[in-house]
């Protein structure tokens, strides 16, 4: 069989890197290898994602281009995939007909029979069946590909919680969990392959297996804490709404699980939360963040922020402003809202103009980015257990060389980014390896990333490992 090439374009979440690895996998038997660019590939899957209107623009925008590359390569095979594919289903056709097939978001499972049937002259193909439950998942497969330290996990699909502003529920189904063997199986075949960390994905973590009987999530979470070889473990997303006991304690409990929650709060004013639907309070947020930090002192907060929801007033604005100021989030993902299909917000009146809405994203950011500064100055002089994914970018691009400093990057427990010179630590510790859990000093905050020096080799995985800054 002669090599074909794939490339796939990966627009969106982490849901979505997780099926566009699957779907590499899913086309291996069909003799596809990874392509290095586009230009070089015999099929471009493009996964897309649909949950602001810009990320559903770029993949139009990609989709045009493959246009132009279609017309000079017709043997070129086209197909989307994600959400926008599910949500447009052949009205993609209408705008782009150079596409030969539209697979929906529970379809990756399909993608080998219908590249077959479109290499063999039937297209377009559309595929958007969504079928319900536990036994709509695929089997893990038996062995993973050697594609790094840090991997994905999806425990559960879709999504039943309809925030007002959201397209997901709409896209990706009902919420459904997966059996807690298929999850464990996964993850040990991806130790196997060399991952020393999986990020476990779901809408919401925190409802997993209710709707099917199966384990809670905290049981979940030991069941993983026990797999021998994973060093660490990480989820998201977490529900304010839903956030329990259970959960709060496993950070205290289980020695692998990372001390880091992204919560995503969306805004700080009690009225603008009621309208999103997000059945919680700004009060209940706030408790949770103290209950977190009482149960696991040091622990990293992440958060997602809307700013412009149709009706937001300014003293809206300045309650999320107030919000932020009070908890001091490591780190936050900010947006302006636009309307989605089928979200209800999108029949709402009110709308906020887009130059105020960009006004106050930027007011957000400035905030925000004074306090991650702060949050990561703190952590200078203090010594901080990293999980080494690889050369930092910087060290990448310049290749590797004996004399000169080697520069690593990895993790913090609290998922901070750290480069670090390697070949500062002790002679005995310099031989750093990607997966290796090392010692590192920080000497340097900045603005997005630490930067430190080794302080010493292989660490060992069970000892605490609190992020806790150096005094001021
Ligand atoms: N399930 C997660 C939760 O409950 O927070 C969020 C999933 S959503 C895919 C990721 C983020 O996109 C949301 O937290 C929200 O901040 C943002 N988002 C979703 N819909 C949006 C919209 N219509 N406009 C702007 N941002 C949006
Ligand atoms: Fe969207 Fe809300 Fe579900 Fe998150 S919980 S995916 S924001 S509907």
Redesign the pocket.
Known sequence: MPPKYLYIYTIG?QMNVYDSEHMAMALAPLGYLPARSPGDADLVIVNTCS??SKAEQKAFSILGRLGDDKRRRPGLIVAVAGCVAQQEGARILARAPHVDLVLGTRAVHRLEGLVRQVESGRRPIVDLEMIDGPEAFEAPPESADRGGVSRFVTIMRG?D?F?A????PHVRGRETSRSPDLILSEIRALVTAGAREVTLLG??VNSYGAKEGLCSFPELLERVNAVEGLARTRFT?S?PKDLNEGLIRAFARLEKLCPHIHL?V?SGSNRILERMNRRYTRDHYLDNVSKLRNSCPGIAITS???VGFPGETQADFEATLDLVREVQFDGL?A??????PH?L?TRFPEKVPVREQSERLQTLLDLQQGITFARNRALTGSVQEVLTEGFSKQQASRGRSKSAQVQWTGRTPGNKVVNFDGSAGPAEDREVRAGQLVSVRIERALAHSLWGVLDGGETAVGRPRREVGHAA
Do not use: E, G, K, L
């Not at 502003?165 to 997901?168: L, R």
């Not at 947006?335 to 989605?340: E, I, L, V």
């Open positions: 979440c949950v602001r999504c919680n925030c502003y959201c397209v997901v809408q919401n997303t529900h995503p969306q997602d922020m809307i993902f947006f302006t809202y636009s309307d989605r979200a917000s």
